[in-house]
């Protein structure tokens, strides 16, 4: 009968290791990955309550577009400019102006508006293509 020695390489000996080792991974990257929270955490009911009210208060007033380029025609300008609604507060300025018109105090104006979340520029002037 031959004498067998038995290797310490065989695979069904380290599976137990194998297994420790990707707990330990996962333990690690959930422990670095979590977010911890700056503030004490709200009730879940309250944090859903505030976002349904921001949300309809939102969604209730619409912005005045008549009113909005009727304001906007009151400064110098702004004849060659045209604003659009594309739905959800998000508002489109469009067109050509002059060098002397302050476009970002009209783009700021704009966004100050009751119901309006985001202003899309989309101004040429002279300096448009320049850095």
Do not use: C, K, Y
Not at 54 to 81: F, I, N, Y
């Amino acid at each position: 009968m031959p004498n067998v020695i038995r290797t310490r390489n065989d695979p069904s000996d380290s599976w137990p290791l194998w297994v420790a080792g990707a707990l330990a991974g996962a333990l690690t990257s959930w422990l670095v990955l979590r977010t911890r929270p700056s503030t004490p955490a709200a009730p879940a009911a309250l944090r859903l309550r505030d976002a349904r009210a921001r949300w309809s208060a939102h969604r209730s007033a619409p912005p005045d577009l008549e009113a909005l380029v009727a304001r906007m025609r009151a400064r110098a300008g702004t004849e060659g400019l045209e604003v659009r609604s594309l739905g959800g507060g998000i508002l489109e300025l469009v067109g050509s102006a002059p060098d002397d018109l302050d476009l970002p105090a009209l783009l700021q104006e704009l966004a100050a508006e009751t119901g309006v979340t985001v202003v899309v520029n989309r101004v040429w002037t002279s300096r448009s293509g320049t850095a």
